[in-house]
């Protein structure tokens, strides 16, 4: 599948959605949102625009950057224009939910202000290696569909404190010391490249480690907290990600599929398939036929 929207209502007046557009063409996400909502949104890789007034005016959207909208005069409606090989996360929160998650120090936070309370408020900020960890750990969610809600409404407060933590960079320093360092975030993406592009037969750890320049340790500790998965684990759920967006295109078929991302045997592709979907790769090719 190579492009999703889904939106997940965390309460009633608290929704998120991921988008993600692997496809060749840009994507158009369009949603009315009413003046009382703040937006958010975070765009993890690619790019794309915010588009205001019928496309009278744009805003930029760019890899690892937030944007954050508020306009309490008039209703702002959401109009993305997501770009090819992009994801991204948007948090739609009221303002009166927010001011009860934040009422003990509004006034740290500029839009909240008294002088603010009428003014329209737009901002853009670097995403920080923290914050790229949770918005990462939306994309890679490997756990029981039956508590989805529960762990995405758990990661969307994660991700608000984060955007909003006024405190130096000591906590982030205690959760991952070599993260802060911008070298090793590029040296850890770099990873993520090399395993993506030679996924049929990846490099070792140690090889790894090796070509970016990283000991074995951080590349595994570092790996884990940007992407929330071992290299290999990410690498596994990525192939079966891919592989299924090879099903859909009605192109290949299993034992093909299954070469291409780097199983030698049919039966390793099956179960691995299975694990990860609950449906054999066969019986999802047959029920695109039947929703066709």
């Not at 765009?43 to 915010?50: D, I, M, T």
């Amino acid at each position: 599948m190579e492009n999703f929207q889904d939106e997940i209502r965390i309460e009633d007046d608290f929704i998120l959605l991921r988008i993600q557009n692997d496809g060749h063409l840009a994507k158009s996400v369009q949603r009315n949102v009413s003046k009382n909502l703040l937006q958010f949104h975070f765009v993890l890789k690619g790019a794309g625009k915010f588009i205001f007034n019928q496309g009278a005016y744009q805003m930029d959207l760019r890899e690892e950057n937030a944007l954050l909208l508020y306009n309490p005069q008039k209703d702002l409606p959401m109009h993305l224009l997501v770009e090819p090989k992009s994801w991204m996360v948007t948090l739609l929160i009221s303002i009166t939910k927010f001011h009860s998650l934040f009422s003990s120090f509004a006034h740290a936070i500029p839009f909240l202000s008294q002088e603010n309370a009428d003014k329209k408020y737009y901002t853009e900020e670097k995403i920080s290696p923290a914050m790229a960890i949770v918005l990462n750990q939306m994309f890679h969610f490997n756990l029981n569909p039956s508590i989805k809600n529960l762990y995405y409404k758990g990661k969307a407060y994660e991700l608000l404190s984060l955007v909003f933590n006024k405190t130096d960079d000591a906590t982030n320093t205690e959760q991952c010391p070599f993260l802060v360092d911008e070298e090793h975030v590029v040296k850890l993406k770099r990873v993520k490249e090399i395993i993506i592009s030679n996924m049929a037969e990846p490099p070792s750890l140690q090889d790894l480690a090796d070509q970016v320049g990283l000991t074995l340790k951080k590349l595994k500790l570092g790996f884990k907290q940007i992407y929330g998965d071992s290299v290999y684990g990410f690498l596994i759920d990525y192939k079966l990600e891919y592989a299924r967006q090879l099903l859909d295109s009605g192109t290949y078929n299993v034992n093909e599929v299954g070469l291409k991302i780097g199983y030698s045997t049919a039966s390793h592709f099956i179960s691995a398939f299975k694990k990860k979907f609950g449906i054999t790769p066969k019986k999802y090719v047959l029920s695109l036929s039947a929703k066709s």
